[in-house]
């Protein structure tokens, strides 16, 4: 009886960890270039002296959705969507290069080109992008950076740097707690895109499905009852064979 307690615990637990995942991804369902965090149960032999008759049902991060979200037309040219396979390099907060989709880019009041969570843009020399002060600016579809200095005409359009934008494949790819992606192996840094890397004016939506996370949500907690249900009946059941053995002593 105590291996079915065992297995129905670690399966309520499996259950609610794989709620808050379910819960964050409906949380970022408006996030601009969010890709759907995946979570999975397999059973696990527990190790050790005796007889391996434990099996732990362990809660399993299986990585995240690969799929491109819906186009959404913004008009503001520091809106960015990137090409399928193409991510955003930024400065994390520990001042190590990152990665994201989110191409929804601001500017400070110092001039600092920053994401929507304030992480700092990073050019192709991995160094974080100030624009000077300017009239108008432009990104091209391979992250060059042009602006007209102000008072000045059309004609004096200048690059001032290009964005790091790279090829990374999603299976190198792992999101850390604060949102952003690394890359699993930093002896091989991600390269350059060559060509067309992004689109602007335009941002990509979040991948998740809302309606489908919410009826994931509902299966999880009946999951989540019906365990708690069978511990509560392997419990009773356990007085009532140790009730049995003390009237038969």
Request: no cysteine.
């Amino acid at each position: 009886m105590d291996k079915a307690l065992y297995v129905a615990m670690t399966g309520a637990r499996a259950s609610l960890q794989a709620q808050a995942t379910v819960s964050h991804n409906l949380a970022n369902s408006d996030t601009p270039g969010f890709k759907e965090a995946l979570a999975n149960t397999e059973a696990f032999r527990i190790q050790g002296p005796g007889f391996p008759s434990r099996v732990d049902a362990v809660h399993v991060d299986a990585g995240f959705n690969r799929r491109v979200g819906a186009q959404q037309i913004t008009g503001n040219s520091l809106d960015l969507s990137l090409q399928p396979g193409s991510w955003l390099a930024v400065q994390s907060s520990d001042g190590t290069e990152a990665y994201t989709r989110s191409g929804a880019l601001s500017l400070t009041p110092n001039g600092q080109l920053v994401t929507a969570e304030g992480n700092a843009v990073l050019d192709d020399n991995g160094n974080p992008i100030a624009v000077p002060p300017h009239q108008a600016m432009e990104i091209g579809h391979d992250g060059t950076l042009s602006i007209i200095p102000l008072g000045e005409g059309p004609q004096t359009m200048a690059m001032i740097g290009r964005l790091r934008v790279v090829d990374a494949p999603n299976e190198r790819l792992e999101r850390r707690l604060d949102g952003l992606m690394r890359n699993t192996d930093p002896q091989q840094p991600f390269v350059q895109r060559q060509g067309k890397a992004l689109d602007s004016g335009m941002l990509e939506s979040s991948n998740v499905d809302a309606a489908g996370a919410l009826v994931q949500m509902i299966q999880l907690q009946r999951q989540f009852e019906m365990q708690v249900k069978v511990i509560k009946h392997g419990d009773e059941n356990a007085r009532s064979a140790n009730s049995l053995l003390r009237l038969n002593g």
